[in-house]
C-alpha cells in the first residue's frame, strides 16, 4: 500500500513563495502521475497542476508562470513551487499519486494561506 505524506505550506504574503512537498512510500513514485489538486472554502475542489510519468507536466491557466512541479526519483518524493502567490491561491492543497491499474493514493493535503 502506497503511503503518501506532504510537507510544506503555511502562511505567506501576497507575492511570496511556498514549496509544497509529497513523499510517498511502499511504491516507486515514478510510477504514478502527480495531480496536486486544490480546495478554497466554499469552492470545488480543483486540479492545479500534474506532473505526468513521462515528465510532461500540466498547469491551469491561472497558475502557469508562477507554478512549478517537479519530481525527485532518487527521494521518492514531489514537489510543487508556487511563486508569486495571491489571495486566490488560498486553499488545501492535496497530493495525489495516479496510475491506471494501481489506484490513486492521497496525501493528507496541507493548508496554504496568503494573506497580508
Known amino acids: 500500500q502506497v503511503q503518501v505524506v506532504q510537507s510544506g505550506g503555511g502562511l505567506v504574503q501576497p507575492g511570496g513563495s511556498l514549496t509544497l512537498n509529497c513523499a510517498a512510500s511502499?511504491?516507486?513514485?515514478?510510477?504514478?502521475?502527480v495531480d496536486w489538486h486544490r480546495q478554497a472554502p466554499g469552492k470545488e475542489r480543483e486540479l492545479a497542476a500534474t506532473?505526468?510519468?513521462?515528465?510532461?507536466?500540466y498547469y491551469r491557466d491561472d497558475v502557469k508562470g508562477r507554478f512549478t512541479v517537479s519530481r525527485d526519483d532518487a527521494k521518492n518524493t514531489a514537489a510543487l513551487q508556487m511563486d508569486n502567490l495571491r489571495l486566490e491561491d488560498k486553499a488545501v492543497y492535496f497530493c495525489?499519486?495516479?496510475?491506471?491499474?494501481?489506484?490513486?493514493?492521497w496525501g493528507q493535503g496541507v493548508q496554504v494561506t496568503v494573506s497580508s
Open positions: 495525489i499519486l495516479y496510475n491506471r491499474g494501481l489506484g490513486d493514493f
Open positions: 511502499g511504491g516507486k513514485i515514478s510510477t504514478y502521475r
Open positions: 506532473f505526468q510519468r513521462d515528465g510532461s507536466t
